[in-house]
């Protein structure tokens, strides 16, 4: 049974560019949340998500960052007009019920030139 | 606004020996408390959690303490072995009050064993 799945696992943007990060959750998985880390400070939590349905965004940026888990295909977050902010580890999750333990991705490293 | 604190950013200990980290939190609302381990390059991994319906948990030579009063708990792994090295991060959600799956994570601690 294959784990949470994402990539890239290293990507480089210039300023301005968009970044598309994505995830696979494990099979049977239904539930993903995408949580970043910036460096020296512990994850956060940006948004929670069903299939086809934002549940949770509470914790994403007003501007620039949107999510997404389409009926079919991985989940995508989407980042446009990248800053050298958002450079940061980008970790997703998935579980296969709501509550259930948050099995982890090993994320994506994004850094913005 | 952080709600969980790892004041230890590293912890070195001798193979063997007992580690403890330790991990405070100030939302006294929270009420499932959870531990990750971190390799290089790799997602956190699920260590062990507690319900605060409880004050210990153990799963082999992982021990997790809740102090409710203090705001408080502890991950004790006994004995330590060079596989421990790793980052953990403590985590806290309040599941169980509200229904709450989102996660707050402490900065993390490194932990080093030493041969």
């Known amino acids: 049974n294959a784990g949470v799945m994402q990539n890239p696992r290293h990507l480089v943007r210039r300023r301005g560019q968009e970044a598309r990060l994505r995830c696979s959750p494990m099979?049977?998985?239904?539930?993903v949340y995408w949580y970043r880390q910036l460096p020296e400070e512990g994850l956060k939590f940006m948004v929670y998500?069903?299939?086809?349905?934002?549940?949770?965004e509470s914790g994403m940026p007003k501007e620039r960052f949107s999510a997404e888990f389409p009926k079919e295909g991985p989940s995508i977050l989407r980042i446009q007009q990248v800053v050298r902010g958002d450079s940061a580890a980008y970790f997703c999750a998935s579980s296969p019920r709501y509550l259930d333990e948050q099995y982890f991705g090993p994320g994506t490293r994004l850094t913005v030139t | 606004d952080q709600q969980v604190k790892q004041n230890s950013p590293s912890l070195s200990v001798q193979e063997g020996r007992i580690s403890i980290l330790n991990c405070d939190y100030t939302n006294s609302m929270f009420d499932y408390f959870l531990w990750y381990k971190k390799y290089p390059a790799e997602g956190p991994t699920f260590l062990i959690s507690?319900?605060?319906?409880?004050d210990k948990n153990e799963d082999g030579r992982f021990t997790v303490f809740l102090n409710k009063s203090a705001k408080h708990l502890s991950l004790h792994i006994v004995p330590s072995q060079p596989g421990d090295s790793a980052v953990y991060f403590c985590a806290a959600s309040q599941r169980f009050g509200s229904n709450d799956y989102k996660l707050s994570f402490g900065a993390g601690t490194t932990v080093t064993v030493r041969a």
């Open positions: 998500l069903q299939k086809e349905n934002i549940i949770d």
């Open positions: 507690i319900s605060s319906i409880k």
């Open positions: 099979k049977g998985h239904s539930h």
